[in-house]
Nanobody, 120 residues
């Protein structure tokens, strides 16, 4: 399994940027984005299931939009109205769910981080 993230960079406060992640090697039940700011723990930003259900962190709701293309195995994050507190390394995440009989196995995969820096 490979996850290749792209996008991000330096953006002015109030601006926009887009992150994309291309995944390969499996079928993913959930795909999403997490972020980690300096000195802080990694936190969930947004996730989307294979049927399109989305989940957002409260801090980014109404500003960020996650989308997914199941055919291409890609997930994107459109980030609008960026704030200085959005500055972080953003990580693409994908979960694989395997079922064997009554047992469910979940595997987590991470892409390399991509830096988003919002200047105020």
């Amino acid at each position: 399994v490979q996850l290749q993230a792209s996008g991000g960079g330096l953006v002015q406060a109030g601006g926009s940027t887009r992150l994309s992640c291309a995944a390969s090697g499996s079928i993913f039940s959930i795909m999403g984005w997490y972020r980690q700011a300096p000195g802080k723990e990694r936190e969930l930003v947004a996730t989307v299931t294979s049927d399109g259900s989305t989940n957002y962190a409260y801090s980014v709701k109404d500003r960020f939009t996650i989308s997914r293309d199941n055919a291409k195995n890609t997930v994107s994050l459109q980030m609008n109205s960026l704030k200085a507190e959005d500055t972080a390394v953003y990580y693409c995440h994908a979960e694989v769910t395997n079922r064997k009989g009554w047992n469910i196995y979940k595997f987590d995969y991470w892409g390399q981080g991509t830096q988003v820096t919002v200047s105020s």
